[in-house]
């Protein structure tokens, strides 16, 4: 048998004169490692060991060949249950296969299908209350819009029912983000029980949100018939209905964690890759005037619908740039080694910390050329060809790749195509990027933007992205 290698490590000399460090930028602090270093780097930070694996062959054995050995780590688990409670993100092994095999038909093409309608209509009413002219927190806007949508798709709650209830929801998603950012980055947690100030926050976050899901749940138990919950349409529907292989069917804490999870992972996720992507327009006004030309010619004005996704393939390599530069989830769970093993080559002990992270390998040269320039026709059919498969990965992959993720390209392409047929936006002027990595990456107290008619030209554009440049919180 041949010897295995062992991985470069971080040197102190590479951390004493790197510009950023892991705490106050992790995207950046990575990518630089991974340029410096290659494919595969180790590193430790406490007690913990970890590996950044950043060549695409790599991240095959990780999450498919080798998927066995490498669950999500139990740390990474354990803190992001506070949030989430214990759905699909946070479950390991058979009991986590159980609740994909139930949660799988709520995502069925056919049923995604039937909520294009909805989510058009939805985008139309938000975009209604904008004119040009104004300015407008561009983050608001898109998670207050997807969160609508994920009510009424998820729960079958009306727009006008969460209007007055999204800014508590929102509050309490952002105190839940905040804390599971700290825990993420503390070595030593107290237990959840203990009611530190951190733990009492979470607490009181929780209760708004599982409150609100138990009504939900309350109500449509109600409307039940002997028992047995109507189809109304929506997931939660689906997952009352679902039965395991052995006629088992999600108690109710199942389904209000899996519910959770849905809501959480289902709206700031795509309201965050359209928040890039309209940033990424604004400084590219010559991608922005051939996705106009796509979309008028189209939909000639109207909504979009769910025929009309398959001709929208520009709008749809634009948003596939957009995630590719700056993907929403930027760093997937760590997973860790739950034996010795190897991967293509390189010893790999029990225990270890895995790091795949969307970002970096967006952003290697080695898999993209000129990684910084926003071109979608990196993404043309024949283009496309030539991207490895596990080097594009806004989604993840494997047996823990997105279980929403036909949904959001969906949403996300009807939201553009229905915004972008009336308005353009355009950073304000005292706006800059300042990149937030927590669970989610987003632009730190959100993206002040102007709302412009689509008559406007005279583009006078200096915000351009150069992630040097980006502050990041
Ligand atoms: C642009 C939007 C989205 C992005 C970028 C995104 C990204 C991701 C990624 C990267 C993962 C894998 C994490 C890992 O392997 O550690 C994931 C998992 C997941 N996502 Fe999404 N997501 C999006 C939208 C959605 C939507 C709309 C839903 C549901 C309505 C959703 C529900 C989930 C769930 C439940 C999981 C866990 C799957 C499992 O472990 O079996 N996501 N998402």
Same mark, same amino acid.
């Given at each position: 048998?041949?010897?295995?290698?062992?991985?470069?490590?971080?040197?102190?000399?590479?951390?004493?004169?790197?510009?950023?460090?892991?705490?106050?930028?992790?995207?950046?602090?990575?990518?630089?490692?991974?340029? %410096?270093?290659?494919?595969?780097?180790?590193?430790?930070?406490?007690?913990?060991?970890?590996?950044?694996?950043?060549?695409?062959?790599?991240?095959?054995?990780?999450?498919?060949?080798?998927?066995?050995?490498?669950?999500?780590? %139990?740390?990474?688990?354990?803190?992001?249950?506070?949030?989430?409670?214990?759905?699909?993100?946070?479950?390991?092994?058979?009991? &986590?296969?159980?609740?994909?095999?139930?949660?799988?038909?709520?995502?069925?093409?056919?049923?995604?299908? !039937?909520?294009?309608?909805?989510?058009?209509?939805?985008?139309? #009413?938000?975009?209604?209350?904008?004119?040009?002219?104004?300015?407008?927190?561009?983050?608001?806007?898109?998670?207050?819009?997807?969160?609508?949508?994920? !009510?009424?798709?998820?729960?079958?709650?009306?727009?006008?029912?969460?209007?007055?209830?999204?800014?508590?929801?929102?509050?309490?998603?952002?105190?839940?983000?905040?804390?599971?950012?700290?825990?993420?980055?503390?070595?030593?947690?107290?237990?959840?029980?203990?009611?530190?100030?951190?733990?009492?926050?979470?607490?009181?976050?929780?209760? #708004?949100?599982?409150?609100?899901? !138990?009504? #939900?749940?309350?109500?449509?138990?109600?409307?039940?018939?002997?028992?047995?919950?109507?189809?109304?349409?929506?997931?939660?529907?689906?997952?009352?209905?679902?039965?395991?292989?052995?006629?088992?069917?999600?108690?109710?804490?199942?389904?209000?964690?899996?519910?959770?999870?849905?809501?959480?992972?289902?709206?700031?996720?795509?309201?965050?890759?359209?928040?890039?992507?309209?940033?990424?327009?604004?400084?590219?006004?010559?991608?922005?005037?051939?996705?106009?030309?796509?979309?008028?010619?189209?939909?000639?004005?109207?909504?979009?619908?769910?025929?009309?996704?398959?001709?929208?393939?520009?709008?749809?390599?634009?948003?596939?740039?957009?995630?590719?530069?700056?993907?929403?989830?930027?760093?997937?769970?760590?997973?860790?080694?739950? %034996?010795?093993?190897?991967?293509?080559?390189?010893?790999?002990?029990?225990?270890?910390?895995?790091?795949?992270?969307?970002?970096?390998?967006?952003?290697?040269?080695?898999?993209?050329?000129?990684?910084?320039?926003?071109?979608?026709?990196?993404?043309?059919?024949?283009?496309? %060809?030539?991207? &490895?498969?596990?080097?594009?990965?806004?989604?993840?992959?494997?047996?823990?790749?997105?279980?929403?993720?036909?949904?959001?390209?969906?949403?996300?392409?009807? #939201?553009?195509?229905?915004?972008?047929?009336?308005?353009?936006?355009?950073?304000?002027?005292?706006? !800059?990027?300042?990149?937030?990595?927590?669970?989610?990456?987003?632009?730190?107290?959100?993206?002040?933007?102007?709302?412009?008619?689509?008559?406007?030209?005279?583009?006078?554009?200096?915000?351009?992205?150069?992630?040097?440049?980006?502050?990041?919180?």
């Amino acid at each position: 048998m041949n010897k295995l290698k062992i991985p470069p490590k971080i040197e102190k000399d590479f951390e004493a004169n790197s510009k950023v460090t892991f705490t106050n930028n992790p995207p950046e602090y990575l990518l630089a490692v991974a340029r %410096e270093y290659g494919e595969i780097v180790r590193f430790s930070f406490g007690p913990f060991r970890f590996m950044l694996v950043s060549n695409p062959d790599m991240v095959r054995e990780v999450l498919i060949t080798q998927a066995k050995k490498f669950p999500k780590a %139990e740390r990474d688990v354990r803190l992001l249950s506070r949030v989430l409670g214990k759905g699909l993100v946070t479950t390991n092994g058979d009991h &986590h296969k159980r609740q994909r095999r139930l949660a799988q038909p709520a995502f069925h093409h056919r049923r995604i299908a !039937s909520y294009a309608d909805t989510i058009s209509e939805y985008a139309r #009413i938000t975009a209604d209350k904008l004119s040009a002219g104004s300015t407008i927190n561009i983050v608001e806007e898109m998670e207050s819009l997807t969160m609508y949508i994920v !009510s009424k798709t998820l729960f079958d709650v009306d727009m006008d029912e969460m209007v007055g209830k999204s800014t508590d929801i929102a509050h309490a998603i952002d105190e839940l983000q905040t804390i599971a950012d700290k825990n993420m980055d503390r070595i030593v947690n107290l237990p959840y029980w203990f009611p530190t100030r951190d733990n009492r926050r979470n607490w009181r976050a929780r209760n #708004i949100l599982d409150s609100t899901i !138990s009504k #939900i749940m309350d109500d449509r138990r109600q409307a039940s018939i002997d028992g047995v919950a109507a189809d109304t349409g929506d997931l939660l529907s689906m997952l009352m209905m679902a039965e395991d292989e052995d006629g088992s069917s999600m108690d109710d804490v199942e389904i209000r964690d899996q519910l959770l999870t849905l809501f959480m992972a289902g709206h700031e996720t795509t309201s965050n890759a359209l928040l890039w992507t309209w940033y990424l327009l604004s400084q590219h006004p010559e991608v922005e005037a051939k996705m106009h030309a796509e979309i008028d010619e189209v939909l000639d004005g109207r909504l979009p619908t769910m025929e009309d996704l398959s001709s929208l393939t520009y709008t749809e390599m634009v948003l596939k740039e957009s995630m590719r530069i700056l993907p929403p989830v930027w760093m997937l769970n760590a997973r860790k080694a739950i %034996e010795d093993t190897e991967i293509l080559g390189y010893h790999v002990p029990k225990g270890t910390q895995i790091f795949v992270a969307p970002y970096v390998i967006h952003n290697l040269e080695e898999n993209y050329p000129n990684p910084s320039e926003f071109d979608p026709e990196r993404f043309n059919p024949e283009n496309a %060809e030539q991207i &490895h498969k596990y080097a594009w990965l806004p989604f993840g992959a494997g047996g823990r790749v997105c279980i929403g993720n036909s949904f959001a390209m969906m949403e996300a392409k009807l #939201i553009l195509a229905t915004y972008a047929q009336r308005f353009r936006f355009r950073l304000d002027p005292t706006e !800059s990027v300042r990149l937030q990595a927590r669970i989610t990456m987003t632009n730190y107290q959100g993206m002040q933007m102007q709302v412009v008619g689509r008559d406007f030209d005279g583009d006078d554009i200096d915000h351009v992205f150069e992630p040097d440049r980006v502050e990041v919180i």
